[in-house]
């Protein structure tokens, strides 16, 4: 074998300088000048992935596009301007040109970036339970809560209604009614007899949406008779090799058939409680609001503390036992939780 020649320090260095070149080329394959533009245009993320997202405009065609140097942070859901390329090169069509601001972020911790934003300008948050094997309303809480961390507008779906029976109904109902007189907003739908899904539509028009809950609730099969397109295109992401690939796993934006918008990814789905302290658990209840700061110690943990004002608030019937016992019982998951921690399902 002919031994390898030793490069020179000048031979060396100049390889270095080529692929350092060749990087940088790679990394911004297509650099436009500004007449190979197009006039700047509003657009919507549809999804994100690596140094490129792929951007619908108003009249639903897609570009795949770079991002300019400036744009630091971008994910599905953003509201952008961009500039369509007069010719499409390595399959990239355009470029971001900046992000409008977020009216919502929804967030996942990162193990490199602490919490990493995965979505934006999410109106609602569809929180999905079902009567089978057993209603939940712990999950439901802790929903709600991320809810109101997120600012985001909760509403509270019970699924799967075809199985409910008289007498199941009657308990469920009496759960349900707690949250219709907090004022959250309840639908009831059912993929198997249909029932509630017109409600379900009128609700999700002119919004943008995520559906959440645990596994087995039912929300695949509701969102895919929603939207007969999503198992299209799940079909076809998973043909199309490489790129296709990771798609899967980022969250993408979807339109609904009847109008309004999804958001949906396995991440999204198990989106939930990250990060949070007991003060803003309590900050989820929001009927807890007129009470907090009132307690007789500052530092009450609104269980057994003498002069809690929580205690003596459902004593009085004016906050539901079941509701504080909830917290206390997040409250308690949250001191064996770590940062990675999510929802069992
Ligand atoms: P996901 O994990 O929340 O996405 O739940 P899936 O959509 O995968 O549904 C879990 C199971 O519930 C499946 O076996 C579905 O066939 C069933 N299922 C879904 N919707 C309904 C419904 O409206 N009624 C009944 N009886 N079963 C349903
Ligand atoms: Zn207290």
């Known amino acids: ?45 549809i999804s994100r992935f690596g140094q490129h997202a792929d951007i619908e405009n108003g009249q639903g065609d897609t570009f795949r596009c770079n991002l300019r140097r400036g744009v630091a942070s971008l994910v599905c859901g953003d509201k952008v301007l961009f500039r369509e390329g007069k010719s499409n090169e390595h399959s990239i ?3 971001v040109e ?30 999905v339970t079902t009567v089978l094997p057993a209603f939940n309303p712990d999950i439901i809480d802790r929903y709600i809560v991320a809810c109101v961390q997120t600012g985001i507008k909760p509403v509270i779906l019970l699924n799967k209604v075809d199985l409910m029976d008289e007498e199941l109904a009657e308990i469920v109902e009496q759960q349900l009614d707690i949250y219709r007189d907090i004022g959250y907003q309840v639908l009831y739908a059912s993929s198997a007899s249909g029932d509630g899904i017109d409600e ?24 895919n008779s929603l939207m007969p397109e999503l198992s299209l295109d799940t079909q076809e992401v998973s043909e199309n090799s490489g790129l296709g690939q990771h798609t899967t796993t980022v969250a993408r934006l979807y339109h609904f058939a009847d109008g309004g918008d999804l958001i949906d990814s396995p991440g999204i789905r198990e989106f939930g409680l990250w990060h949070l302290t007991a003060e803003q658990v309590a900050d989820g209840f929001i009927e807890f609001d007129d009470y907090l700061g009132t307690c007789k110690f500052r530092d009450c943990k609104h269980k057994d503390d003498p002069g809690c004002a929580l205690v003596a608030a459902v004593e009085a019937g004016e906050i539901y036992p079941e ?23």
């Open 200 to 223: 379900l539509k009128t609700q999700l028009n002119n919004e943008t949406s995520i559906f959440v809950g645990q596994s087995g609730v039912g929300k695949s099969t509701l969102v």
């Open 98 to 127: 900046a992000v409008h601001d977020r009216s919502s972020e929804l967030s996942r911790p990162d193990v490199y970036d602490g919490l990493k934003p995965i979505a934006a300008n999410i109106s609602q948050i569809i929180i």
């Open 93 to 95: 069509s355009g470029v």
């Open 323 to 345: 509701r504080l016992e909830s917290y206390q019982r997040i409250v308690d998951s949250l001191d064996t939780n770590n940062l990675t921690s999510r929802f069992k399902h």
């Open 1 to 45: 074998m002919a031994k390898a020649k030793k490069l020179t320090k000048g031979q060396a260095r100049r390889i270095r300088a080529n692929q350092a070149k060749k990087l940088r080329q790679k990394s911004d394959a297509v650099e436009w000048q500004d007449n190979e533009l197009g006039a700047p245009q509003e657009g919507t993320v």
